[in-house]
């Protein structure tokens, strides 16, 4: 059983930056086995896909809205992904989620990943407020 942790979510003014981590634990094989991502849950919105990376590390996407401002990362050693967000704007405003699903290929990313059913592995989110 994966279990993924977020943290560093909170309230930051329009323009400004955060960083979510994301501690992974459990499940088959190494951490670097699983692509990890983001996504997010605005009120009254469906999910939606934020960042993807593979296992390495070196394979990355970004949905066009945040494209540009927003950086994943991950940490093999420390079994922890990471989501930098810069420049942050209120419709940043969100639940983000760690997700994660099982994929051995460390260098390539899943034939899908933009889908909240691409992820079988689910953190329990942590809220992001950009507000003035």
């Known amino acids: 059983q994966v279990q993924l942790v977020e943290s560093g979510g909170g309230l930051v003014q329009p323009g400004g930056s955060l960083r979510l981590s994301c501690a992974a634990s459990?499940?088959?094989?190494?951490?670097?086995?699983?692509?990890m991502g983001w996504f997010r849950q605005a009120p009254g919105k469906e999910r939606e896909f934020v960042a993807v990376?593979?296992?390495?590390?070196?394979?990355?996407d970004y949905s066009d809205s945040v494209n540009g401002r927003f950086t994943i990362s991950r940490d093999n050693d420390k079994n922890t992904l990471y989501l930098q967000m810069n420049y942050l704007k209120p419709e940043d405003t969100a639940v983000y989620y760690c997700?994660?699903?099982?994929?051995?290929?460390?260098?390539?990313?899943?034939?899908?990943?933009?889908?909240?059913?691409?992820?079988?592995?689910w953190g329990q989110g942590t809220q992001v407020t950009v507000s003035s």
């Open positions: 997700v994660s699903t099982r994929w051995t290929y460390l260098y390539t990313l899943p034939f899908s990943y933009r889908t909240p059913s691409d992820y079988p592995n």
């Open positions: 990376s593979s296992g390495s590390g070196e394979r990355t």
């Open positions: 459990g499940g088959t094989g190494t951490f670097e086995t699983y692509a």
